[in-house]
């Protein structure tokens, strides 16, 4: 009896732990797709998977290329990273603002945070955390831009309507003027 109960009172535990356990607590490694913030540089890196490997590319930001001088979106950061384990990848890691690829390791700490660690040699490493970029709301935005942009173009057909309107009036005015003016002198004749 004393048994079932132990074991009773472990299954409870296992089922009570997986309940409270966050949603992401599974294989963070998978979480690690999606764009980043590679906040000293102000760059958007993505991070997307290519075959069974991860791989990561500048998509904006400002900056140059150290070793092609050319701009720094389009340049691949992350190539040939495999899944180490549960949270990380290891692979190689390229750094556009000084030219040079290292070993390197992604670790997902949270849905919404990775490290990135960089080492030369094996042992001189540098690390810095990345947030995720937010999705905005960026359609309704562009929505409501075209919405002002239809008011401005209809107020500018209105005023352009009311100014042609105007000026008919004024050459109509100055038509019937000129023939009266025409009128009366072929009257004195």
């Given at each position: ?41 102000g760059?958007?890196v ?64 949270d ?44 107020d500018?057909?209105e005023?352009?309507?009311?100014e ?26």
């Amino acid at each position: 009896m004393g048994t079932i109960k132990t074991s009773a009172f472990a299954l409870l535990g296992l089922v009570g732990t997986s309940l409270l356990a966050p949603a992401w607590a599974g294989d963070l490694a998978d979480k690690a797709e999606g764009v980043w913030l590679r906040e000293s540089k102000g760059w958007h890196v993505e991070f997307a998977k290519c075959g069974d490997k991860l791989c990561g590319e500048v998509i904006s930001g400002e900056g140059v290329d150290k070793k092609t001088g050319e701009s720094v979106v389009g340049i691949k950061m992350l190539y040939d990273l495999e899944k180490m384990d549960e949270k990380r990848w290891k692979g190689k890691m390229y750094n556009p603002g000084d030219g040079g690829t290292y070993k390197g390791i992604v670790t997902v700490l949270d849905e919404n945070l990775v490290q990135m660690k960089g080492c030369m040699a094996g042992f001189m490493c540098r690390s810095e955390k990345w947030p995720r970029v937010q999705e905005t709301e960026e359609a309704p935005m562009e929505e409501m831009a075209e919405d002002m942009a239809e008011d401005m173009a209809e107020d500018m057909a209105e005023e352009v309507m009311e100014e042609a309107e105007e000026v008919m009036e004024d050459a109509t005015e100055a038509a019937e003027d000129m023939m009266e003016d025409a009128a009366a002198e072929m009257s004195d004749e």
